[in-house]
């Protein structure tokens, strides 16, 4: 017989509120505490909040599969959906996929993103960082404008192989992305980033032609010549799709961290200024915003069977959303949980990137970033301040976090 009893319900629970975007971490805290698993009617989602049961589903992509991953949480107007369906061909590659599929294209990926791809990065991202923080001038200073933003986006671009000279239409193209598949986006709204979207679609396509009639030396053109030697491994189509989601996921993600992570560390003064005087302390400093302010504390998944998390049934076909965020302040693995700490020792074993199938496949990128962002401030700027008296703005959606603007006084 089974232990299994049905679904709690929370009608409180609502990522999108007001109390859950300023921070969501009490709400987590108290729901992880209550029960396992819920059912919240406000995003019509099953939620699991403790460290085991996350990490379980994650492992587990037969019964949770990761299809929904991309699609939007509301449904769209009909004007948006008659835009995407008029230009927007993409399909379901990595981050929304499963296996077969799932399998065969991160197998070539993977590839793209070797050990030697990441480290010929390594100086470029040294140089367009030191060029950023150069630029600086001293007094209040938006840091996500002047370094966060364009740091990440100039290099995932690079990565891929977008020219320069078209960087600025690319990431006026990305501007409220996250709020379309995310979050809900008003009718207008819908109508200009679906518009976006179907430019940049295009774009994509007609880059990744010009790849194919002529390779250079980038990630992009590292998939032509896989496709070149087997194309029914990895198709042109295939490969359109990989640099569209990754310019996507290479460039929001990166710059939301690197914000959460400047500004817990100025939070936490003593800290920061521990790290300016040994900055052998920053690889360790990057893992603990990972655990304690990640840039995507939530992410989803779809049953495709009914399962059973922590004794909560949840049906076939339910919509479920891992609190990635709550399993990495779960006391049961992590000591003082709430307190953000560089020096702590167990750190590394958040689930910030996801695990299994699906584990992040920038991870390695983003926290060279992050690393290097933070030298460089460390530097140039230890006696940097943040700005006290300001309201730090967060995007409403399900799964991404991190501040819209960071103001510092930035010192002469
Ligand atoms: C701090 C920054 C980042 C965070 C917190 C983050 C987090 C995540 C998470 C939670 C997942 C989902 C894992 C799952 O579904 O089980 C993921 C997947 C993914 N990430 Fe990241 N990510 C970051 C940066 C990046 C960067 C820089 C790139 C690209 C260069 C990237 C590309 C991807 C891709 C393609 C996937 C899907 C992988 C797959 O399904 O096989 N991410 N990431």
């Keep these: 017989m089974s232990n299994a009893r049905s679904c709690p319900i929370n009608h409180d629970f609502n990522p999108l509120g007001d109390a859950y975007v300023a921070d969501p971490y009490p709400i987590h805290s108290a729901v992880r505490e209550e029960t396992p698993a819920f059912y919240a009617p406000a995003i019509d989602m099953w939620v699991i909040t403790r460290f085991d049961d996350v990490q379980s589903a994650l492992m587990d992509p037969k019964a949770f599969s990761a299809a929904v991953g991309q699609r939007p949480v509301f449904p769209l107007s009909d004007e948006a959906q008659s835009i995407i369906k008029a230009g927007f061909h993409a399909y379901p590659v990595m981050s929304d996929c499963d296996p077969p599929r799932h399998t065969r294209i991160r197998r070539h990926n993977q590839k793209g993103f070797s050990a030697r791809r990441i480290s010929v990065l390594e100086p470029k991202v040294w140089a367009k960082?030191?060029?950023?923080?150069?630029?600086?001038?001293?007094?209040?200073?938006?840091?996500?404008?002047?370094?966060?933003?364009?740091?990440?986006?100039?290099?995932?671009?690079?990565?891929?192989?977008?020219?320069?000279?078209?960087?600025?239409?690319?990431?006026?193209?990305?501007?409220?992305?996250?709020?379309?598949?995310?979050?809900?986006?008003?009718?207008?709204?819908?109508?200009?980033?679906?518009?976006?979207?179907?430019?940049?679609?295009?774009?994509?396509?007609?880059?990744?032609?010009?790849?194919?009639?002529?390779?250079?030396?980038?990630?992009?053109?590292?998939?032509?010549?896989?496709?070149?030697?087997?194309?029914?491994?990895?198709?042109?189509?295939?490969?359109?799709?990989?640099?569209?989601?990754?310019?996507?996921?290479?460039?929001?993600?990166?710059?939301?961290?690197?914000?959460?992570?400047?500004?817990?560390?100025?939070?936490?003064?003593?800290?920061?200024?521990?790290?300016?005087?040994?900055?052998?302390?920053?690889?360790?400093?990057?893992?603990?915003?990972?655990?304690?302010?990640?840039?995507?504390?939530a992410w989803r998944r779809i049953t495709t069977r009914a399962v059973t998390v922590g004794g909560v049934e949840i049906p076939a076909e339910a919509k479920v959303l891992l609190l990635l965020g709550a399993a990495n302040r779960d006391p049961k693995h992590f000591e003082e949980p709430e307190t953000f700490d560089i020096h702590r020792g167990d750190v590394r074993k958040h689930l910030a990137f996801g695990q299994g199938i699906h584990y992040c496949i920038g991870a390695a990128l983003a926290r060279m970033e992050a690393r290097i962002a933070l030298d460089l401030l460390a530097q140039r700027a230890p006696r940097m301040r943040m700005v006290e008296e300001q309201d730090f703005d967060f995007p409403a959606n399900v799964s991404f976090r991190g501040p819209r603007k960071l103001l510092v006084h930035w010192p002469e």
């Design 129 to 297: 960082a030191t060029e950023l923080v150069d630029a600086i001038a001293p007094g209040v200073v938006d840091l996500v404008s002047a370094l966060t933003y364009p740091l990440p986006a100039y290099m995932i671009f690079t990565f891929i192989g977008f020219p320069d000279e078209d960087m600025d239409m690319l990431k006026s193209w990305c501007g409220n992305r996250i709020a379309f598949s995310w979050g809900r986006p008003t009718a207008d709204e819908q109508r200009d980033i679906a518009t976006n979207m179907v430019n940049y679609w295009s774009y994509v396509e007609e880059f990744v032609a010009k790849r194919a009639a002529e390779p250079v030396d980038d990630f992009t053109s590292d998939l032509i010549r896989i496709h070149q030697q087997d194309p029914r491994s990895l198709s042109i189509p295939d490969i359109t799709n990989v640099a569209y989601g990754l310019s996507f996921a290479g460039h929001e993600t990166t710059t939301s961290f690197t914000g959460n992570a400047v500004r817990r560390l100025l939070a936490n003064r003593s800290q920061w200024d521990d790290l300016c005087a040994d900055r052998s302390l920053i690889p360790q400093a990057v893992e603990e915003v990972l655990r304690f302010d990640s840039s995507i504390p």
